[in-house]
């Protein structure tokens, strides 16, 4: 929509900036920041506000003005004041206005920001921020869901952002990204237990090289099929070896946390006996593996309400 809609940015951080800056060079015509009124010398609001000139856009102190008439409003603030700031906004936003949420906050949070901006007429995106402003700058990926998820999809590509759409009510974007953190901070952690143990031992340099199998090749997708049909079979082996490691991990001093608590994740598959359903024979698909495991740990009522809780989010 580069042209007369008018867009706010709330907060002027990190990655309200970087978007301010990239709308405004998108050809937004009217791109406002608001930014709180602040007890500190005025030195710094001036500042602060001489940026938001010297970036195109148009500094507010007050959310009134800051969001009248706007078509999107888009808030960049911290997770703990983003449902402070929904509350404050929503009544402000015109019919059909989107308020578009990148805080990393909790689903069930972003879920009831979206209940406030809707009972006043707004549309909510709650966006999940797949990367970093710093690395990615104004093409950051994102992940959105909610009311307006597919209006804001639309209007951020043709604005040269890149924003996917997560079917379903405001909360499931934010849920991926957490589902997505288990896996990357879960790495990092498990990466950082394993280093600090080869560094004891000096074995740093020569273990590092050595994580480059076929694995590291393939596609996140292809790797977990390949990983849970294996683990199927073979995830006793696999604890077994995690709980030798786990010891090695003691013996130069560390407290193996992830580690130990890995081999219990393996032993947990292995204890489900999933070798039964599939005859042995590896499974080929990742949908059989997680079905299977779904039967096995999930008592059927469960699946039931799972089912239909499902069904009614992607609504
Ligand atoms: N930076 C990223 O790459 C990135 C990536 C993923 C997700 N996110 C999410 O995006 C949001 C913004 O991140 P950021 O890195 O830009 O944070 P930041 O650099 O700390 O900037 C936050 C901005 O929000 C303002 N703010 C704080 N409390 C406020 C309130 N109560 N009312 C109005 N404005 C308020 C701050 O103003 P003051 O200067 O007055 O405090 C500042 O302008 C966060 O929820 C973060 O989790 C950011």
């Known amino acids: 929509m580069p042209g007369r809609a008018a867009v706010c940015v709330i907060g002027f951080g990190e990655l309200g900036s970087v978007l301010a800056v990239g709308l405004v060079a998108a050809g937004v015509a009217d791109v406002r920041v608001y930014v709180r009124r602040r007890a500190e010398a005025d030195d710094h609001a001036r500042a602060l506000g001489t940026r938001i000139l010297s970036?195109?856009?148009?500094?507010?102190?007050?959310l009134e003005p800051a969001l009248r008439g706007v078509r999107v409003a888009i808030s960049a603030v911290p997770a703990a004041a983003a449902g402070d700031v929904a509350e404050r906004a929503a009544p402000l936003l015109d019919d059909g206005a989107l308020f578009v949420d990148l805080s990393a906050d909790l689903p069930e949070r972003k879920a009831a920001a979206a209940e406030i901006v809707e009972r006043?007429?707004?549309r909510y995106v709650d966006v999940a921020v797949m990367g970093t402003a710093v690395m990615s700058g104004y093409g950051v990926p994102m992940l959105a869901s909610g009311s307006g998820a597919a209006?804001?999809?639309a209007i951020a590509g043709?604005?040269?952002?890149?924003?996917?759409?997560?079917?379903?009510?405001?909360?499931?974007?934010?849920?991926?990204?957490?589902?997505?953190?288990?896996y990357m901070k879960g790495r990092d952690a498990l990466m950082a237990e394993m280093l600090v143990a080869a560094r004891r031992y000096g074995l740093d340099a020569e273990l590092l090289p050595t994580i480059a199998?076929?694995?590291?090749?393939?596609?996140?997708?292809?790797?977990?099929?390949?990983?849970?049909?294996?683990?199927?079979?073979?995830?006793?082996?696999?604890a077994?070896?995690?709980?030798?490691?786990?010891?090695?991990?003691?013996?130069?001093?560390?407290?193996?946390l992830v580690t130990a608590a890995a081999a219990e994740r393996l032993r947990w598959i292995s204890d489900?006996?999933?070798?039964?359903?599939?005859?042995?024979?590896?499974?080929?698909?990742?949908?059989?593996?997680?079905?299977?495991?779904?039967?096995?740990?999930?008592?059927?009522?469960?699946?039931?309400?799972?089912?239909?809780?499902?069904a009614r989010t992607s609504d």
């Open 55 to 62: 970036a195109g856009a148009h500094p507010h102190n007050d």
């Open 120 to 122: 006043q007429g707004g």
């Open 151 to 153: 209006a804001w999809g």
């Open 158 to 182: 043709s604005l040269g952002m890149q924003v996917d759409e997560v079917e379903g009510r405001a909360g499931r974007a934010s849920t991926v990204k957490l589902l997505r953190s288990v």
């Open 213 to 238: 199998g076929p694995g590291e090749e393939v596609s996140f997708p292809e790797l977990a099929e390949r990983v849970l049909c294996s683990l199927a079979l073979h995830a006793d082996r696999r």
């Open 240 to 256: 077994d070896e995690l709980d030798a490691a786990a010891e090695l991990l003691r013996g130069a001093g560390l407290d193996p």
């Open 272 to 310: 489900l006996g999933l070798g039964e359903d599939f005859a042995g024979q590896r499974p080929q698909a990742l949908e059989a593996v997680l079905e299977a495991i779904d039967a096995r740990t999930i008592p059927s009522n469960r699946r039931m309400l799972a089912a239909w809780e499902q």
